[in-house]
């Protein structure tokens, strides 16, 4: 679930992007907030992702604040810390956000508290590595998702999504500290490949409860208040997720 994103798939193009132009928005796509959001149902739809991101944001900062204590050095410490900082960063904005389209962020977060909590429970990692690999491969899944929507957002929601999905550094640092540990010792990749499938498995699920639990969000993948998704979009889309998950674990060296 959202908590740390990755830079491997920033510079994709959206699907139906050409290799030189990305195709041009459309239906709600095209429109600003204050004329998209004259439709309640994609407002309410719209206040259901910005709480599930402002609580996936806070969950994420107290996150790389508790593995900060797991980590080997005092410089690793301090650069959790920073990345803790800006998704505190992050979370600041979306909150003023739903404030400013005159939702109660604490009222649009609680709906998305059981789920996350629940997921960070059930894979609460071990050891360092295990965190690093949480961080880098099961927070990105969500990350992935939440892009997949924001190509269907009012262009002033999309440009909010979009920077708050901004990789805050720990992508590299990941992927350096967790082959450094593979070189080190080659079994432990074998041991982290696992957990990154299980990662991927707990992410998935918790992503498609999280939606079928929330009718707005399920009719802004579906169709309705979002335009050009249906059922078989939706199929595609959980397939790029799982091609970029496959992407990141060769980056990390670990088999997918």
Request: glycine content about 8%; proline content about 4%.
């Amino acid at each position: 679930m959202r908590f740390m994103t990755t830079p491997d798939n920033a510079a994709e193009k959206p699907a139906g992007a050409t290799a030189d132009t990305a195709p041009a928005a459309t239906g709600v796509a095209a429109q600003s907030w204050d004329t998209a959001s004259a439709e309640p149902h994609y407002r309410a739809a719209v206040v259901d992702l910005l709480g599930a991101l402002a609580y996936g944001e806070l969950a994420a900062f107290e996150r790389l604040a508790e593995d900060a204590k797991l980590a080997p050095t005092l410089s690793d410490k301090a650069e959790l810390a920073k990345m803790a900082s800006a998704e505190f960063h992050h979370f600041e904005q979306l909150r003023d956000r739903l404030s400013a389209v005159g939702a109660e962020p604490t009222e649009a977060m609680e709906p998305f508290v059981a789920a996350l909590d629940g997921f960070h429970r059930q894979t609460a990692p071990s050891d360092w590595l295990e965190g690093l690999v949480k961080a880098y491969v099961g927070d990105s899944i969500a990350s992935d998702f939440y892009r997949e929507v924001a190509a269907r957002l009012d262009s002033d929601t999309r440009g909010l999504v979009l920077g708050v999905l901004d990789d805050t550094g720990h992508a590299g640092f990941a992927i350096e500290k967790v082959r450094a540990a593979i070189d080190a010792d080659p079994r432990v990749g074998g041991r982290l490949a696992l957990w990154a499938r299980r990662l991927m498995g707990e992410a998935l699920s918790q992503s498609q409860r999280v939606v079928a639990d929330r009718d707005a969000l399920s009719t802004m993948l579906v169709g309705g208040v979002a335009d050009g998704f249906d059922l078989a979009e939706v199929g595609r889309m959980f397939s790029r997720i799982t091609e970029a998950h496959t992407k990141r674990m060769a980056a990390l060296g670990l088999a997918a």
